[in-house]
């Protein structure tokens, strides 16, 4: 069964046209990542939610925003999607955050900008 | 320098060899050690994950930690087609809230 659950899995979008993407959990977890990752290249840390707090990293750009509305989903905003956000992007779920929690990754939703 | 190297290949080899997956990193502060496999066009999974330096065995798998040459591996033996997939290392700091993960090699095991 399915624990981190993205939909859509394709998404098509229109250069500067906002989009949303989604991620639910079934495990509880405290923490909700999402990483941006780009063909052949490593996951890219957006941001975490650890419970409600959020924490973003010093080189996200403006145009991705989150939401967490409650524990078991988290969504990702692209207000103005370019040419370059186009990329896999990936939810993640830990119990906790730390050095010894493992990460459960959700399938990915892939976004095209056209 | 990036923090986590890992050729990024294409590796391709014939179904039953041994495989050898590497990492180098630089900061010697590294203490937890991932290894994650990802399909096409799904979402990595965890695979294997040590503690500091030695061995983990897991089945066909087996996960060694050299951190002092700051130099990670993952072994498959009796490589099977459905090892094909991308497999990245991932690694973190203690206390630290984010993992670093390499680029990724990508594997084909041909029948």
């Known amino acids: 069964d399915a624990m981190v659950i993205q939909n859509p899995r394709y998404q098509v979008t229109q250069f500067g046209k906002p989009v949303t993407l989604s991620c639910s959990q079934t495990?509880?977890?405290?923490?909700m990542y999402w990483y941006q990752q780009k063909s052949s290249q490593a996951p890219k840390l957006l941001f975490h939610y650890y419970d409600k707090d959020f924490n973003n990293e010093a080189d996200t750009p403006d145009n991705f925003q989150s939401r967490r509305p409650n524990t078991s989903f988290c969504f990702l905003d692209i207000r103005s999607p370019g040419l370059g956000d186009a990329a896999m992007y990936l939810c993640?779920?830990?119990?906790?955050?730390?050095?010894?929690?493992?990460?459960?990754f959700g399938s990915g939703t892939q976004l095209s900008v056209l | 320098q990036k923090e986590v190297e890992q050729d990024p290949g294409p590796l391709s080899v014939p179904e039953g060899a041994i495989v050898s997956l590497n990492c180098t990193y630089s900061?010697?502060?590294?203490?937890?050690f991932m290894w994650y496999r990802q399909y096409s066009r799904k979402g990595p999974e965890l695979l294997m994950y040590?503690?500091?330096?030695g061995n983990k065995e897991d089945g066909r798998f087996t996960a060694q930690v050299d951190k002092s040459s700051k130099y990670i591996s993952l072994f498959i033996r009796d490589s099977q087609p459905s090892d094909s997939a991308t497999y990245l290392c991932a690694l973190i700091i203690q206390g630290a809230q984010k993992l670093v993960f390499g680029q990724g090699t990508r594997l084909t095991i041909n029948p």
């Open positions: 495990l509880n977890h405290n923490v």
């Open positions: 993640a779920t830990s119990r906790d955050v730390g050095a010894g929690e493992k990460l459960f």
């Open positions: 900061n010697s502060a590294f203490q937890y």
């Open positions: 040590t503690y500091s330096s």
